[in-house]
């Protein structure tokens, strides 16, 4: 078995304002680092509207295609920006995740990993926002859920910053389990503890900044492996930031490298005996141009390593 890399060019046709710290050259770094791998390369197609519609509602998609300008950047708010390319960006950027989806749960491939711009974790049901604009991850819950008619998919985010959007998609979802590791405080000012979902099926974890990964991975034992194992899910969707890295601007936790190895692994390993190892990675943050290529790298090749 291999491990698929989804991914398409329109990704480049997302264009932030000049210092944004989503910007292209984030691609560039992720490319270059797999470029030697031995990946099933597969090119994202576009999100069916039918399979947005499970998260956004239509008048949100209506909203976000009349906000795409002609020419230049438009600001949807004080972070999120769009230019003429972002709207296809945005459509591939699920349809990248639900791709990996159909591709996992048919056997093509042991595992998936969608390189996608805009990220997706913070849009919530109807409003964009931390550089996203459609919830991609969610809505391949939602998918693998409602189309492949699983019964139990987790997700697991271990972005820096709380995954509002995905928590907010999913909050009603008793088929899902979403775990959000997250530095706190830090924007967007959301994941207590005490956000469990309308099921019980939230579990956030706040980590205090200037904490490092033996700090992670204490917590995780402690608190994330026992429910994902409680769970048992049919189907692991991880949103993979790496901008808990210690180098990131954007945050201040103390992640090394390898703290992303031993958590990727780790979450493998509850693949394995949950659902046949059976996960779909899905690229969130990471705004070290060096690190997130470093980080990606690592977390592609563990993918790779427990793939076969």
């Given amino acids: 078995m291999s491990t698929a890399l989804i991914t398409h060019h329109d990704f480049f046709d997302h264009v932030t304002p000049p210092g ?82 159909d591709m996992v749960l048919s056997g093509e491939v042991g595992n998936a990993f969608a390189a996608v711009r805009p990220p997706g974790h913070h849009a919530e049901t109807e409003t964009p926002m931390g550089f996203c604009l459609f919830g991609n991850v969610a809505a391949a819950a939602k998918y693998a859920l409602d189309h492949h008619g699983l019964s139990r998919v987790a997700v697991v985010d271990f972005d820096v910053h709380h995954g509002n959007g995905t928590q907010d998609l999913l909050w009603d979802e008793a088929r899902t389990l979403f775990v959000s590791s997250h530095q706190m405080p830090l924007w967007p000012g959301t994941g207590r503890p005490d956000e469990t979902g309308a099921h019980d099926n939230v579990l956030n974890l706040a980590l205090p900044p200037e904490s490092d990964g033996a700090h992670m991975r204490r917590v995780y034992e402690a608190e994330v492996f026992p429910r994902l194992h409680a769970f048992a899910p049919e189907l692991l969707l ?71």
């Fill in 20 to 101: 944004h710290p989503e910007q292209v050259a984030r691609l560039d770094s992720v490319y270059g680092a797999l470029e030697d791998l031995d990946l099933t390369r597969v090119v994202a197609p576009l999100a069916a509207e039918a399979d947005l519609l499970r998260v956004h509602p239509k008048a949100y998609l209506d909203r976000i295609a009349d906000a795409i300008p002609e020419k230049g950047i438009r600001a949807l708010d004080a972070d999120t920006h769009v230019s003429p390319g972002s709207l296809g960006a945005a459509w591939r950027g699920a349809g990248a995740v639900l791709r990996g989806v």
């Fill in 238 to 308: 991880i949103s993979a930031g790496f901008d808990a890295h210690h180098a990131d601007p954007l945050a201040q936790l103390n992640w090394e490298v390898e703290d992303f190895v031993w958590l990727t692994g780790a979450l493998c390993d509850i693949a394995d005996e949950s659902c046949g190892g059976r996960v779909v990675s899905a690229l969130e943050g990471g705004y070290d141009l060096e690190a997130l290529g470093l980080c990606v790298a690592a977390h592609v090749n563990v993918l790779m390593e427990r793939a076969r």
